[in-house]
């Protein structure tokens, strides 16, 4: 395609702020690069673990490679359970390198140590914390402005028990 002078070709990925889009839109450039990122730092701080005490690991961890899970993980929502289990492999091996556990062992008692959710909860209860931040209206302008809380019916229905959410058409429309 030609636009001006410039000659643009397809691409199959393209990176916007750090998440990758593939041409299926399954995500799974995306977690490909990242787990290619984590396990690269996962060795680098193998390879010094010895000399770090157990808070210093978790630190460490924490910093590098959950911030790195964690990072655009609301794109994932939806994404076959097949690509999460890559990442969910990679928080193992995470907690495993915290908690000096062989591979052998079962890691799912220090996983419930260390607090984490897995992958597959971890992206629903962000979901669901930026939904619980719309209802307060706490949330960023934008998810506020297409979230919006249905109005109670005059009627008694099962269907109307607690707040139910629309999505506003018209203001994307915009």
Not at 10 to 36: E, K, P
Not at 91 to 113: E, F, G, W
Request: proline share 3%; hydrophobic share 40%; aromatic share 10%.
């Amino acid at each position: 395609m030609q636009v001006g002078e410039v000659k643009v070709s397809a691409v199959y990925s393209v990176r916007n702020l750090g998440a990758w889009f593939d041409a299926n839109m399954n995500m799974t450039t995306h977690i490909n690069s990242t787990c290619q990122s984590i396990y690269y730092h996962l060795h680098k701080i193998q390879r010094i673990r010895k000399y770090l005490s157990y808070g210093n690991r978790k630190s460490i961890v924490q910093a590098i490679i959950r911030s790195r899970l964690d990072y655009c993980n609301g794109l994932l929502y939806g994404t076959p359970a097949v690509h999460l289990g890559k990442l969910q492999r990679l928080q193992k091996a995470a907690a495993r390198l915290i908690c000096t556990v062989s591979r052998y062992d079962h890691i799912t008692p220090s996983l419930i140590n260390l607090h984490w959710l897995p992958v597959t909860h971890r992206i629903e209860f962000k979901i669901a914390m930026l939904v619980h931040k719309c209802i307060y209206g706490v949330a960023p302008q934008y998810p506020l402005d297409l979230i919006k809380i249905k109005e109670s019916s005059q009627y008694q229905l099962r269907s109307y028990r607690g707040i139910l959410l629309m999505y506003n058409i018209e203001q994307k429309r915009h």
